[in-house]
């Protein structure tokens, strides 16, 4: 499981350090938590529908058809952030661009970029998600799922401690994360990084080097 490869490559790198004994199994899953979330969010914030970013969200992202009521559609039970939308309706289909609640009310007391079928928008409230203008029947959305919390746990008693996949929670990340993982969990625990290659494992990186 990548949970344990990456807390091995941690204490490896621990090792190097000068830094002695392994690290403590609840830190190392809170941190983890905190890594993988970190990633999912800069990869959100880089969407902008790069085709890039998009195949690595693949990871963590959900496609749905949800109905439409009343200009309104729910969040599924998992959501955690947009990535797209597509309206249908009854002459055809156009991709949604997500807008704010400030700029939706600009837009739809607005001649000139009021949201048409051609150009739909959707918004995202308290209570769910509005499309406009009404007219549309069901989306197409596409999300990033709320990941599980991973967690890295131990066979009760052993010395050293020993992986327990059974208890365990993996990464919802695959492995093609595992070198960022990496340096972002090194770094919360102040391990010192002297490879070239880790240092310079970041997303932004990752994204370029698909290109």
């Known amino acids: 499981m990548l949970i344990n490869e990456v807390k091995e490559l941690c204490e490896q790198l621990s090792s190097k350090d000068g830094i002695s004994g392994y690290l403590p199994a609840d830190e190392y899953s809170n941190y983890a938590t905190l890594a993988q979330l970190r990633i999912i969010n800069t990869l959100h914030e880089r969407l902008d529908f790069n085709l890039n970013v998009i195949t690595l969200l693949s990871d963590v992202s959900k496609t749905k058809l949800v109905q439409v009521n009343d200009q309104r559609f729910s969040r599924p039970s998992d959501y955690y952030k947009p990535i797209a939308c597509e309206a249908s309706f009854s002459d055809g289909q156009s991709d949604m661009e997500y807008i704010g609640l400030s700029e939706r009310r600009n837009r739809i007391n607005s001649d000139i970029v009021e949201p048409t079928l051609s150009y739909p928008t959707f918004t995202e409230d308290s209570t769910g998600f509005i ?28 010395v050293p401690p020993t992986f327990d996949p059974n208890n365990s929670t993996d990464f919802a990340l695959s492995d093609k994360f595992t070198d960022i993982l990496v340096n972002t969990i090194a770094g919360m625990f102040g391990i010192e990084i002297r490879d070239v290659n880790l240092q310079q494992a970041t997303v932004q990186n990752l994204v370029q080097s698909l290109g």
């Open 131 to 158: 499309a406009d203008p009404a007219g549309i029947s069901r989306v197409r959305f596409s999300y990033i799922f709320q990941p599980e919390d991973p967690v890295w746990a131990e066979v009760p008693d052993s």
